[in-house]
């Protein structure tokens, strides 16, 4: 089993930066890809960004390209995600993501993180 942690969430204005981290424990294998999702009241989870296990490759979503950043760093089995220029839009719950699949499709991702709250006020 892996169990994800997320940390870095919480409330900012619009225009501002947040980074976002996952920290990974358990049976963590530095082969898994990882990924953010996110999740506002009243709407499905929707895919932000994947990164390669070697941090090679990455898929953003049309929505934070050019705003949002992914990086990781398999010595301390944590991903991050750095927001900037946040909209009030990006207002969601933020889920990390982890497993052997590289895929930006939610149900194709085998452990999770309970998720982290941003909000970005207008």
């Known amino acids: 089993q892996v169990q994800l942690v997320e940390s870095g969430g919480g409330l900012v204005q619009a225009g501002g930066s947040l980074r976002l981290s996952c920290q990974a424990s358990g049976r963590t294998s530095s082969s898994y890809h990882m990924g953010w999702f996110r999740q506002a009241p009243g709407k499905e989870r929707e895919f932000v960004v994947v990164?390669?296990?070697?941090?090679?490759?990455?898929v953003y979503a049309d929505s934070v390209k050019g705003r949002f950043t992914i990086s990781r760093d398999n010595a301390k089995n944590t991903v991050y995600l750095q927001m900037n220029v946040l909209k009030p839009e990006d207002t969601a719950v933020y889920y990390c993501?982890?497993?052997?699949?590289?895929?930006?499709?939610?149900?194709?991702?085998?452990?999770w993180g309970q998720g982290t709250q941003v909000t970005v006020a207008s």
């Open positions: 993501a982890s497993g052997p699949t590289y895929t930006t499709q939610a149900a194709r991702f085998s452990y």
């Open positions: 990164i390669s296990w070697n941090g090679g490759v990455t």
